[in-house]
């Protein structure tokens, strides 16, 4: 017979041993605003834009959640029309609303791929801030990780080649990006666009993001972030399959 000290400890042992709960697929989904709760997660279809498209469709699915791990995809035909379709995104859900100030960290970590015919699309995180835990959005944060096809971010001005108007450009996380302001209604809008090419798996702290508009935009740091999001925004394109194979976030 074990004593009791041995029996505790074997108990412990296996405690720390346990493995990681895993989520298995879930069917996909295609209605306007369809969701999938998932850990800390919700994944949206959210087809905002769909009305601004002479034809097409988008649906989602959940493919596995491991740890903290989401594996999702999103499959999208959009034609005709001009803006924004829909936003498929995963939406981290586990804490309180916090003020930047209060943020420490926000770790994440993730990697995707696309194929399809002439996609015209985004790749980014999507935060909105507020002068309070329940208010409505002031600021709009997106850290893009590719634009494809030509889109562009929201700008206050344009060049005489047509192109939005960069005001400043820095590394974050080993990466060059180019940053934009403008207008989205009463909702201030800045957009951390890579200086050149893709960044299809990206490994950083997104609060460094959120300090640099404090600390050289004056972002105020009294502001709550209420969401943060990832995910891709189409425009247009054919037999599109926006795959994430693995996404983490977690706010500290």
């Given at each position: 017979m074990l004593s009791h000290s041995l029996l505790a400890a074997c108990i412990a042992g296996i405690a720390l041993a346990a493995p990681t709960v895993t989520v298995e697929k879930r069917a996909d989904k295609c209605g306007q605003y369809d969701s999938i709760s998932t850990?800390?997660?919700t994944v949206y279809?959210?087809?905002w834009g769909e009305s601004g498209a002479t034809s097409g469709s988008g649906c989602f699915g959940v493919d596995s959640l491991s740890g903290s791990t989401v594996k999702w995809?999103?499959?999208w035909t959009w034609?005709?029309?001009s803006g924004v379709k829909s936003y498929p995104n995963v939406v981290v859900k586990e804490s309180t609303v916090k003020q930047l100030s209060?943020?420490?960290t926000i770790p994440s970590t993730w990697s995707w791929s696309y194929t399809g015919t002439n996609i015209v699309a985004d790749v980014a995180y999507d935060m909105?801030?507020?002068?309070?835990a329940t208010g409505s959005n002031q600021y709009e944060i997106m850290v893009w990780l590719a634009a494809i096809g030509g889109t562009g971010p929201i700008s206050s001005g344009y060049g005489s080649d047509g192109k939005p108007t960069i005001i400043a450009t820095t590394t974050i996380g080993g990466h060059s990006f180019n940053l934009y302001k403008?207008?989205?209604g009463s909702t201030t809008v800045y957009s951390f666009v890579p200086a050149s090419g893709q960044i299809a798996s990206f490994s950083g702290d997104i609060k460094l993001f959120?300090?640099?508009l404090v600390q050289h935009e004056g972002l105020p740091n009294t502001q709550y972030l209420t969401s943060l999001g990832a995910g891709t925004e189409p425009t247009s394109g054919s037999n599109a399959k926006f795959t994430v194979s693995g996404y983490s976030v977690v706010i500290n």
């Open positions: 850990g800390t997660y279809n959210d087809l995809h999103s499959t034609v005709g029309g209060a943020i420490k909105f801030t507020s002068s309070t403008g207008p989205n959120l300090a640099y």
